[in-house]
């Protein structure tokens, strides 16, 4: 019988069978399948974990080792990613807070248009700036008295700033960033009646609000314990972070056009009212750590739990005090935090009035003006926060090396531009590029000593921040207040020698941060050790 060409196809199907082949999977086929995935799965990130964890082991003479090899494919950041939408959530949050607190800055240009001889408020002249509204009041107040209004706010803002850290510590990130958020935004709505009242009452709600939103930050750092990989802080956190600068260049901006249409008192009412309506959204869309997440994939909940398991949780009631004082890393952070903060805070405060005053534009070009560097710095916070990520996933540098490399950049570069500030003359274009360029580069330390205290003590990073942005603030209330001074005495000179000092202040941090500064978690912070 002829054999047909099915036959022989058949024929080659049996013999493939007899000979294994070919082997149709089994039940117990797919089970092992499954298990050496599984398998496989769990030994890539446990070499992840324990890659992480190298990164924070060595020290001293050698650095330490940089942190991990190539990342399982789950740790990549999406913009669909929990942990991503946490970072745009805290931008826009971050967002509002600065707006709220720089709308003053501006606005007070407007609210001391003045030359009425009596009083502290009234109608002013209109001649030296036509467009203003016509029923918003003038004050004739000084630059002395102006110095203290907008120093006024970090009265406030420093005294609150380590028990909002403690606070989230205990009762977790998200109530106390929100409750801090909302009671900043119904103050800013009486900020117009207050200046009504007078000088001493707007003292004191600046005062007020200062008080309100130093719980922010501290409160940002402890959901980030709970939420940022070691190889994403540096981004995550830096696009958080970049909302101050964009919501600074918002307000600057913005506060200007309303002043001239619509009068000052509605950049308040505006702000506010925004601010309010945010509050809503921030406690509907964040939770407070991954395995409260309801809308978290398992991988993510996974990859996040698994890397800052060896962290350890929140702190408790007691603090190792103690031990925290004798750290000569965590002062290192807070020296340079003094550092930078005022220079910082100068500029975020001052430069309306060195726009005004010194370059001499009206309040439309000094609102675009004052708010053209931040644009720079947000932008740098978002470039920082990659590169740093970048460097430390590649293994270039370890912890350490990568937070003293950033910090050397955004402190010493905006110092050398400062310096050149005052012999540049009264070129505005040269002006503005020179502070935009401080402004842009200073936000390089948003991947150094910004996000340090994560890297030495993640358990207690809310208090921590806390303790060294009491410090910044010190710096915030002397700054612009010592600003008043000097360009009282004399214009030109005056400010020549607030760009020195703050200049020279930014030397010295970045040379103590450089010798004590470090990047691996300090025994007082791990959870095992004995609370003092």
């Not at 149709?24 to 298990?35: A, H, M, N, Y």
């Not at 915030?476 to 400010?495: F, K, R």
């Amino acid at each position: 019988m002829p054999v047909t060409g099915n036959s022989r196809v058949a024929a080659r199907l049996l013999l493939c069978l007899l000979t294994f082949e070919i082997r149709f999977p089994t039940g117990l086929d797919i089970v092992l399948r499954k298990s050496r995935q599984q398998c496989c799965r769990q030994e890539r990130m446990q070499r992840h974990v324990d890659n992480a964890q190298a990164g924070d082991g060595l020290e001293a003479g050698q650095d330490e080792a940089p942190l991990l090899a190539p990342q399982p494919p789950s740790s990549r950041t999406g913009l669909c990613s929990a942990r991503c939408g946490l970072a745009l959530v805290l931008h826009v949050s971050l967002f509002v807070a600065y707006a709220l607190r720089v709308g003053l800055s501006i606005a007070i240009v407007a609210m001391t248009n003045s030359s009425h001889p009596h009083g502290w408020s009234g109608s002013a002249p209109r001649g030296s700036y036509p467009g203003f509204a016509q029923d918003a009041p003038a004050y004739n107040w000084s630059a002395e008295t102006q110095g203290i209004v907008l120093s006024s706010f970090f009265y406030g803002y420093g005294l609150t700033q380590a028990l909002g850290g403690y606070c989230s510590g205990l009762f977790g990130g998200k109530p106390v960033l929100g409750s801090g958020l909302l009671l900043s935004s119904l103050l800013t709505l009486l900020v117009p009646r207050a200046a009504e009242l007078g000088v001493s009452f707007l003292i004191g709600l600046q005062a007020l609000l200062g008080l309100a939103e130093g719980v922010i930050f501290p409160a940002q750092y402890t959901l980030w314990a709970k939420w940022a990989p070691p190889l994403e802080r540096s981004r995550l956190m830096n696009i958080a972070d970049a909302g101050c600068t964009f919501g600074t260049f918002f307000a600057l901006l913005v506060a200007g056009i309303i002043c001239q249409s619509l009068g000052w008192p509605f950049v308040f009412y505006i702000f506010g009212g925004v601010g309010c309506a945010w509050c809503l959204c921030w406690f509907l869309l964040v939770y407070e750590d991954p395995a409260r997440h309801p809308w978290i994939s398992a991988a993510e909940q996974e990859y996040i739990v698994s890397l800052l398991a060896q962290q350890s949780s929140s702190h408790g009631c007691s603090l190792p005090l103690v031990a925290m004082a004798k750290s000569l890393p965590l002062w290192a952070i807070t020296v340079a935090c003094f550092c930078t903060d005022w220079l910082f805070y100068m500029l975020l405060t001052s430069m309306p009035t060195f726009v005004s005053n010194v370059l001499h534009f009206d309040l439309r070009e000094n609102g675009l003006l004052s708010s053209l560097p931040y644009i720079g710095n947000g932008l740098g916070h978002l470039l920082a926060g990659l590169l740093a990520d970048f460097l430390l996933a590649r293994r270039v540098l370890g912890t350490a090396a990568v937070r003293k490399l950033f910090s050397a950049l955004g402190m010493l570069l905006p110092a050398v531009f400062l310096v050149a500030v005052p012999y540049v003359g009264c070129s505005s274009t040269v002006v503005v590029v020179l502070l935009t360029l401080a402004l842009t580069i200073i936000s390089m330390t948003g991947a150094g000593i910004n996000i340090n205290h994560i890297d030495i003590a993640p358990r207690y990073a809310g208090f921590l921040l806390g303790v060294t942005n009491t410090f910044g603030i010190v710096a915030g209330i002397i700054a612009p207040t010592a600003v008043g001074l000097l360009v009282s005495q004399d214009l030109q000179t005056g400010w020549r020698n607030a760009f020195f000092l703050s200049a020279a202040l930014n030397l010295f941090g970045l040379i103590f941060y450089t010798a004590f500064g470090s990047g691996t978690v300090q025994d007082w912070a791990r959870e095992d050790t004995a609370v003092q």
